[in-house]
């Protein structure tokens, strides 16, 4: 529902549109960071119920699964291996634009 700003922001009963414009947003603005922290706290409380329930203690902090990813350095570049498989270059593009006649210019 609509709040009462002349009760929630002093003096708002006397400013001009402009200053009311801006109090609301910072109003607005104050109010998305107070819910924002809220549901911040609300989080890492859910990953410390998480890290007590699977018998490890968080320290505090975000419990977040990590990814391990194996580093190849002899493996192809992701370029490399995508001209390989016939990816559509600018060049490849153009020249079939040009053989079904359509011009670049409309």
């Known amino acids: 529902g609509k ?10 009963n006397e400013m001009t549109p402009q ?4 109090a609301r947003t910072r109003f607005a603005l104050a109010e998305a960071e107070r819910a924002s922290r ?5 989080e890492a409380d ?18 977040r699964q990590w990814t391990r990813y194996n580093f190849n350095p002899q493996a192809p570049l992701a ?9 559509l270059g600018a060049r490849d593009i153009a020249s079939t ?7 670049k210019d409309g």
């Open 46 to 63: 859910e990953d410390e119920e998480v890290a007590r329930a699977q018998g490890r203690e968080s320290g505090g902090g975000p419990v």
């Open 19 to 22: 200053e009311k414009l801006q």
């Open 38 to 42: 809220k549901r911040s706290r609300q």
């Open 97 to 103: 634009a040009k053989a079904l006649g359509v011009d």
């Open 3 to 12: 709040q009462d700003l002349g009760n929630l922001i002093p003096g708002y």
């Open 79 to 87: 370029q490399e291996s995508q001209a390989k498989a016939g990816d």
